[in-house]
């Protein structure tokens, strides 16, 4: 029975609002082939000049690979035609969404996020986080709890929504200044666009998950289209980072049971957040930087107060723009001095190797707080898919590899960094962009 209720509709109109950027989110659309090389000055870290980071440029490893990806920015992603490997995997995990949710291909929103007109019955039979804050779908489905509270007191769960940003380097520059790591959610279609700025935060010892290909609402798309969005991002991540995520965060934090479920059948962690610094909505609504700075300081005040004192919390951060990149940096000192710990989700969940590619490891948060270096002694209790009702991370990732990877892979002499993460050393990126560069 479908019931609407004034209540419902309401909280649906303010929840439209509610969550990442999607208002703020540049659509760039480049069709057809960048004109300009890439210029590895450009995007040089020491580099902080807006417009030449953020000029746009030819990555010659992804130079044929762009047919492979649905169009960049275009909502919301669709199999690829001709992609008989994505499409077999659709075929199961379609068949998997029927026998798990019922009804299972009916979209709940609608693409622009407007639920004014959507009646949801009472009862919240599919956890439909935008209309209740449902967090925890039901057990019989196998499912993980969404992450929003963190298990460890008085810790931020430090994550970046919606980049690579092109103009990102003054934040990472500050972030690796601090030897602070973070979690860094990726829209698909700007990987695409920004492939040199996503491999920086492999090098810098970040960690990376999935944010979608076109930043929809995710539940007024069809399990095909759900499919598409995390599917397509994850393979480009792999193709131009070279690692394959175990997780994911919802746009507008728009999820529902249907949607876990296939998230879930991609090995994809759900990462919710617990508190929105609302830094995305700025200049929408009258919003102000003001009121985004008393939103942090809310949280620290309550931290102050003890409210993290048995369990810390995940936060929403944006490096979508100017001034949510530089507000984070002012904002740092007062977390520091309000929270025991600033951590990326893969130190607060113990995800020590939170990709599929297991020859990565992270610090537990353990090694994390103390500086020590990742041993990777604790992963096998607490892989990265514990998220996903089929389990541990595996490798049935389909094939893609980039020539980044590749070239990478040819030269990689693996060590651990100060950081304690193991990667490739760091003169890798560069000579592989090089290689690049002489096609
Ligand atoms: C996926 O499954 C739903 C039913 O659960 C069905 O309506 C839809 O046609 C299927 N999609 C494809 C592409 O097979
Ligand atoms: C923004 O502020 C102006 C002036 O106070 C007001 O007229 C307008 O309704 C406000 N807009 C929103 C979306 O709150
Ligand atoms: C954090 O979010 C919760 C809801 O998830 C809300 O009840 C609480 O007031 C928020 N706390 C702060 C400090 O903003
Ligand atoms: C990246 O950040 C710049 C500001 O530094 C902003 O103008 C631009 O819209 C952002 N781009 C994307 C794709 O988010
Ligand atoms: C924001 O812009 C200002 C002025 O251009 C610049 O000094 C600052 O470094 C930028 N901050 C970030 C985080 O990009
Ligand atoms: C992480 O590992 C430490 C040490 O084994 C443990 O105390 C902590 O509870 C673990 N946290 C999570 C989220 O598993
Ligand atoms: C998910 O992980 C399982 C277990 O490792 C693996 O068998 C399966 O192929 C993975 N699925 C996908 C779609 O990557
Ligand atoms: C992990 O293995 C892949 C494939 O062999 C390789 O390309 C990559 O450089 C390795 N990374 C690390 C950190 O060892
Ligand atoms: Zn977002």
Redesign the pocket.
Known sequence: MLVATASISLLGLAAAHIGCSGHNIARRNIGGEHNVIYDKRQVDGSNVDVAAECAPYSYAPMANSKPKYPSIWVQPAALVPGDTEAAALFATINATVAQKVPNSNSPHGTLKGDWAGVNYPPGDADCWWTQT?CTTPAASLGLQPDITNLPEPETWGLGFDDGPNCSHNALYNFLQTNNQKATMFFIGSNVIDWPVQAIRARDDGHHICVHTWSHPYMTALTNEQVFAELYYTRQVIKEVVGVTPTCWRPPYGDVDNRVRVIASALNLSNVLW??DTFDWSVGTNNITAADVTN?YQ??IT?AGQGQYATQGLTVLNHEINNFTMQEFIEQYPNIKGAFKHIVPLSAAMNWTHPYVEQNYTFQSFDEYVAGTPASGAAAASSDAASGSASGAAGSGTGTASGAAASAASAKASSKPSSAGVTRPAAGVLVVAIAAALLL
Do not use: F, L, T
Request: no cysteine; proline share 0%.
């Open positions: 804050r617990k508190n939103n809310k949280i309550a």
